[in-house]
Nanobody, 128 residues
Framework: LRFSCRRWGGLVQAGGSLRLSCVAS????????MGWLRQAPGKEREFVAA????????FSTDSVKGRFTISRDNAKNTVYLQMNSLKPEDTAVYYC?????????????????????WGKGTQVTVSS
């Protein structure tokens, strides 16, 4: 799987919104769970959100619940991350990726920072 990712919108102030999308090409997109990780300067890469292969279930980290929404369109081989009520601490490089299901569930690999395939990161900067 290869990904072409983009950010819909430019620099944003706190409280604003942005949408990220990643279009996949190559292997069967709909066979994979999809997720987003992020890495802020000087910090470890961390889990943001995941969605199962069919799009019927999502899971996100507590710090973004109620603000970020992950979704996918298998017909378009695309995964999205809608980010609302952005905070300066959301500033990071965001990575989309694909992973298979482990024993802990479809989001377990993403929570541990593991993705089988991933795209180039997309910078998100939120000013205060």
């Amino acid at each position: 799987l290869r990904f072409s990712c983009r950010r819909w919108g430019g620099l944003v102030q706190a409280g604003g919104s942005l949408r990220l999308s990643c279009v996949a090409s190559g292997r069967t997109f709909s066979s994979y769970n999809m997720g987003w990780l992020r890495q802020a300067p000087g910090k470890e890469r961390e889990f943001v959100a995941a969605i199962n292969w069919s799009g019927s279930s999502t899971f996100s980290t507590d710090s973004v619940k109620g603000r970020f929404t992950i979704s996918r369109d298998n017909a378009k081989n695309t995964v999205y991350l809608q980010m609302n009520s952005l905070k300066p601490e959301d500033t990071a490089v965001y990575y989309c990726g694909a992973a298979t299901t482990s024993g802990g569930g479809y989001y377990d690999n993403f929570k541990s920072g593991h993705m089988d395939y991933w795209g180039k990161g997309t910078q998100v900067t939120v000013s205060s």
